[in-house]
């Protein structure tokens, strides 16, 4: 009888505990990428580490999916949503109906084009995207005819990426951009693209895309054409650091996933903490470093 007392009680401390334990809700754009595997990776361990619960919610590329799945954190009441926006437009009305509920909201990686955001942790985007222009003028001595896949179109992540880009290009007038079209930042997409601009283009020196999927992809197409062509990433996942290693890349600009999920995540526990949520949004840089071979 007493044993029976002992794990009844066991059972309700345990449930007592579990309930006690904040919840944090993570919308990401997708999980069918390895950089946002890795970032919902570090976010778990630092949940798991400061005593939170993590519900996260792969969006699948879709706005609308992702609009209802923070629709669906909202119902269940988590104390803050972190949000990877699959577009930064399309997120608005979401993070005004969090905040309408009082519930604080965090962007990682990509930001939001209005609505109330605590912290945005994020690589600057615009300056790694100027790191792979500054890159690509160095190995082309500043001429060549220049490819730029884009990532999904209204990400923050494709515009900014693409602005600090074509910003390095500027400077370098002999650098022409010969083509530039979205392959929303998928490799069988950055394959097929990339394919298709080379039977369009004779001469291409070099391909920047904007996350390394593309780049992959890319570089696939490249290969199977024979031709002699300097592509370069961004995000450095393990398969493009392994690339820029073999040297199928020329090199890939390094984000840490795992740590933007992480200092999204801890961001999160100190306003659970403390109950102060920032009335501006407060910008977290996460460092950015070149990867080449």
């Not at 619960?53 to 699948?60: E, G, I, R, S, T």
């Not at 997120?91 to 509920?101: D, L």
């Not at 592509?231 to 290693?245: C, E, I, L, N, S």
Request: proline letters at 4%; charged letters at 20%; glycine letters at 8%.
């Amino acid at each position: 009888m007493k044993k029976h007392l002992s794990l009844i009680l066991l059972a309700l401390a345990s449930t007592a505990a579990a309930q006690s334990r904040p919840v944090i809700g993570l919308s990401l754009s997708t999980l069918n990428n390895p950089f946002f595997v890795e970032l919902r990776d570090g976010a778990k361990k630092a949940a798991t580490g400061g005593g939170a619960d993590l519900v996260v919610l792969d969006a699948q590329d879709r706005a609308d999916k992702q609009a209802s799945d923070i629709e669906d954190l909202i119902t269940r009441k988590v104390k803050v949503i972190i949000v990877n926006a699959t577009d930064s437009d399309a997120i608005i009305p979401s993070i005004m109906a969090a905040n309408a509920a009082k519930i604080p909201v965090i962007t990682v990686d990509r930001s939001a084009n209005g609505g109330q955001v605590a912290y945005h942790v994020a690589s600057d985007n615009v300056a790694g995207g100027k790191m792979a222009g500054e890159y690509i003028k160095k190995l082309l001595g500043g001429k060549g005819n220049i490819v730029e896949l884009q990532g999904i179109p209204g990400s923050s992540a494709a515009r900014d990426r693409g602005a600090g880009f074509n910003a390095a290009l500027k400077a370098a007038p002999a650098l022409k951009r010969v083509a530039s079209q979205p392959a929303d930042f998928n490799r069988a997409k950055g394959l097929s693209v990339m394919e298709n601009i080379l039977q369009s283009q004779p001469n291409i020196a070099a391909v920047f895309a904007h996350n390394d999927e593309m780049a992959l992809g890319a570089a696939q197409a490249i290969a199977s054409s024979k031709r002699k062509i300097v592509v370069v990433g961004f995000d450095a996942t393990p398969d493009a650091v392994a690339a820029v290693r073999a040297g199928k890349l020329a090199a890939t600009v390094a984000q840490r996933p795992a740590d933007i999920g992480k200092l999204g995540v801890q961001r999160a526990l100190t306003i659970i903490k403390t109950g102060k949520v920032p009335a501006k949004t407060v910008n977290v840089p996460v460092p950015l470093t070149l990867i080449t071979k």
